[in-house]
């Protein structure tokens, strides 16, 4: 895709807007939109998705949103930080043309304040019942579901996610293909602090001590990508090593799983394109991370 031309709109102060309609009426004269969705409590890794989408679109618009309808029963819908302030500036500071930061009603018409049971659901591919999905049944249902309305209400020719959440990134492009969505999806890579802990909106939740412990999960994934590197095609071995390791060290791991980076399928020796994703909690914080590589 060509780079854009400066943009006359990029000239105009960031505008935060938080209904359907308004969004609509501001974007009627735009010649190309980039999107990034987010749930907000925004760090370097969403600065570094809207300065992609800024390559390629002339107005980006930036929504911050917490979904709920991909929070379960016993997750923390309610705690997740609500920083709309904060994460404006920083916006406002990559560059972000519309933040669009609509309530719970606006983005879902039959939300009566209290539930959404009436709501209408997008279901993905039966890959997203595994890794992540396991776990947290319904979740990519709700991502599913909230971005396709994201796409409806902004309607952007390119959208940008990051590559630390694999599996939803998986999800969204099969999404766009499945409905036949005229729109660009790209990855961000994955941004990460010095330790090499992929950075993400629930490291607030850690302990300074467990920070540092959390980059052992980043550690065990490049392990077992040096030992298939190296020739090891025991990936199931590898896979147990990798979880006793971190349940040792304190963690309590749901998953670590090497797959082919195409299909998310498991992955098999005639596979060169691979990933190895891993989700762990340390403590009460469940972190995930993953690696993609050529095995050949």
């Known amino acids: 895709m060509n780079l854009p031309q400066q943009a006359q709109f990029n000239s105009q102060p960031m505008q935060i807007i938080h209904t359907v309609n308004e969004l609509r009426n501001v974007l009627k004269a ?57 994460d404006c500036e920083k916006l406002k500071i990559a560059g972000a043309d519309i933040v669009f930061a609509p309530s719970v009603a606006e983005v879902y018409a039959d939300f009566d304040g209290n539930n959404l049971n009436q709501t209408m659901t997008i279901t993905p591919p039966p890959m997203a019942r595994e890794l992540c ?16 309305k994201l796409f409806n209400i902004v309607q952007p020719q390119v959208s940008v996610f990051g590559q630390k959440d694999f599996q939803q990134l998986f ?3 099969q999404l766009v293909k499945q409905f036949n969505l005229p729109i660009t999806i790209i990855a961000g890579n994955t941004v990460r602090e010095p330790s090499g802990l ?10 300074s001590t467990q920070k540092i412990a959390a980059a052992q999960l980043q550690q065990c994934l490049q392990q077992i990508v040096s030992a298939i590197k190296q020739g090891n095609t025991d990936f199931a071995d590898l896979e147990q090593t990798a979880m006793q390791m971190l349940n040792d ?23 060169s394109n691979l990933v190895v994703l891993g989700a762990a909690k340390l403590g009460n914080v469940r972190l995930i991370d993953n690696i993609d590589f050529c095995a050949k």
Request: net charge neutral.
């Open 30 to 86: 735009q010649p190309s939109i980039g999107f990034v969705p987010t749930m907000g409590n925004l760090h370097a890794g969403h600065v570094h998705l809207v300065e992609i989408a800024k390559q390629h679109a002339q107005c980006v618009v930036v929504s911050i949103f917490v979904n709920p309808l991909q929070f379960g029963a016993n997750e923390d819908l309610a705690s997740y930080p609500r920083t709309l302030e904060a």
């Open 171 to 173: 999800v969204i492009k």
């Open 198 to 207: 992929a950075m993400s909106s629930r490291n607030g939740y850690l302990t």
């Open 133 to 148: 999905g396991a776990s947290r049944p319904g979740h990519f249902s709700g991502i599913a579901t909230v971005v396709m």
């Open 249 to 271: 060290k304190g963690w309590l791991v749901d998953y670590i799983s090497v797959r082919s980076a195409n299909t998310l399928a498991l992955a098999t020796q005639d596979d």
